[in-house]
């Protein structure tokens, strides 16, 4: 019996072997970076989204206390269906949307439902929808606002 004992070409076998061997690791690791990628830019974009959002309820909240006064004024005269008009007027004469940077972020206050919740209490309940990207968040939010008769 003869053993071959020549190993020409064997070099080249583990050489082409542990190549393929190291591609497939990189290709696994480069799939890997890149959803993660994808994932935190989606995850940015919903964040900024809710983050307009939020950005439109402080608006209206200050939007409406900047007017307490006014509003407090009409409710002593005119009861809950004048203030309910005060803040209608207020919701067509002000801005209840707005841009930011180049256009792809924004806010947009809408869905907005006024109610006499007692006596001395009008409820204001809205909707402000964040948008960033094509992504966009709806939240929804309610101001109090008590009367104080004397």
Request: hydrophobic share 40%; net charge negative.
């Amino acid at each position: 019996m003869n053993k071959y004992h020549n190993e020409q070409g064997a070099a080249l076998v583990m050489t082409l072997l542990f190549i393929t061997v190291l591609i497939l690791l990189l290709l696994g690791q480069f799939y890997q970076v890149t959803n993660t990628a994808g994932q935190v830019s989606t995850m940015e974009k919903s964040i900024e989204a809710r983050h307009m959002a939020d950005m439109g309820i402080d608006y209206y909240q200050q939007m409406v206390a900047s007017k307490r006064e006014i509003l407090e004024e009409v409710a002593e005269d005119s009861g809950f269906q004048g203030v309910k008009s005060a803040i209608e007027e207020l919701n067509n004469t002000e801005t209840l949307n707005s841009e930011m940077g180049s256009g792809n972020k924004s806010f947009e206050i809408e869905q907005i439902t006024i109610e006499q919740t007692s006596d001395d209490e009008i409820t204001i309940q809205f909707n402000s929808k964040g948008m960033a990207s094509e992504k966009e968040i709806n939240e929804e939010s309610e101001i109090i606002i008590s009367i104080l008769r004397q």
